[in-house]
């Protein structure tokens, strides 16, 4: 009797609880998923113009330098940038998340999209690290190469250059493990929720 | 139109169920937001093989859910499981709940300590729902279901209770 009634006080308590706010109306509602499309697009579009910068800055190389090592450099980078570009719109574009399903379909969802980001940053040397590398390669030791004897850098100073550049790409990619790792543990912990029931 | 329908039956309850999942009131009012846009988008594939409420519902605790999880993404909120509450301690919860308000912040508290899917339960529940309508929205038993809210909300009547709940 008295726990009856202190779930009718709790559900009292529940459903008599002040309403926050106005209700939406209809036009603030379409505003709102506006504003959701065209955050998307504008994150779409960032990628697109860092691809697009590339490809204008190589493309000038190739076109304003006759040199055939820089011409080739910068070939390969476009292609690589452009494969790049076609990668993350494939694998970076977010899925719609069901709605009209129950809770463990929702959880579902949530763990593929997990684990397809985490396959991504695993993967992270095969279609955004590597693709990058062959024209960057042939730029830098190709370029040096291709300089005529007397103003080759010291080869001291092309070693520094060459650490770096590998050195980046190295950390780049080790950052990207570690976010590989991050999310598995999100996937644990969302396996954890979905054993509750 | 089916979502102004939605919108005005229901709009208070979405807001309620909102405070269940976000304690922050700024993220809160974008979490309601969210929820809206759900409904309004999802009403294109409603087909009315279940009812406009249970449809409501998954919608919104679905948007919910996956609010949590980027919260939890974000920074690790402390949920616990039914076994965790009922050992918790109520050594940071002595203060005396003396009218509605104190009641409501102590009954949130709890409910958003709760993991997702028991969240889900008890917020149906307090909507006024049986164990079938919830387990139409969670996609659960209802034998499951009226486990659930029989140990969620003895826990709850217990710690509400300690709390000194005046309802009325």
């Keep these: 009797m008295a726990i009856d009634l202190l779930q009718k006080d709790m559900r009292n308590v529940w459903q008599n609880q002040k309403a926050e706010g106005a209700p939406m109306s209809l036009e603030e509602i379409r505003r709102c998923a506006r504003k959701l499309y065209k955050r998307i697009s504008r994150r779409n579009l960032r990628e697109y113009i860092a691809t697009v910068i590339v490809v204008l800055v190589f493309g000038f190389y190739a076109v304003w330098f006759h040199s055939v090592t820089i011409r080739v450099g910068s070939g390969l980078v476009i292609a690589g940038a452009l494969y790049v570009a076609y990668q993350l719109h494939r694998r970076g574009s977010a899925r719609t998340s069901p709605e009209d399903c129950g809770f463990e379909c929702c959880l579902d969802f949530h763990r593929r999209e997990l684990e397809r980001q985490r396959d991504a940053l695993r993967s992270i040397w095969s279609w955004y690290l590597g693709p990058l590398i062959p024209g960057l390669a042939v730029l830098v030791i190709g370029g040096e190469l291709a300089r005529p004897p007397g103003f080759r850098h010291h080869w001291i100073a092309f070693a520094v250059i060459l650490t770096f550049c590998t050195l980046t790409f190295v950390w780049v990619g080790k950052l990207n493990q570690i976010a590989a790792r991050r999310l598995q543990q999100q996937i644990n912990e969302l396996d954890a929720t979905a054993n509750q029931q | ?168």
Aim: aromatic share 6%; glycine share 8%.
């Design chain 2, 1 to 168: 139109m089916l979502y102004e329908e939605a919108a005005s039956d229901f709009g208070a309850a979405l807001g309620r169920l909102a405070r269940a999942y976000e304690a922050d009131p700024d993220k809160r009012r974008d979490l309601v937001q969210e929820i809206h846009v759900a409904l309004w988008r999802s009403f294109g594939k409603f087909d009315g093989r279940c009812s406009l409420r249970t449809w409501i519902y998954r919608v919104a605790h679905n948007t919910a859910t996956s609010h949590v999880i980027q919260q939890v993404r974000a920074k690790t909120p402390t949920m616990v499981g039914l076994e965790e509450l009922e050992n918790l301690s109520d050594k940071n919860e002595t203060e005396t709940a003396s009218d509605q308000h104190h009641a409501l912040d102590r009954l949130l508290a709890l409910i958003q300590k709760l993991k997702p899917l028991d969240r889900q339960v008890i917020v149906s529940y307090l909507e006024g729902m049986d164990a079938a309508s919830i387990g139409e929205i969670t996609g659960i038993s209802a034998g499951n279901v009226a486990t659930k809210i029989h140990r969620i909300k003895n826990i709850l009547a217990r710690r509400f209770h300690e709390g000194g709940c005046h309802g009325d």
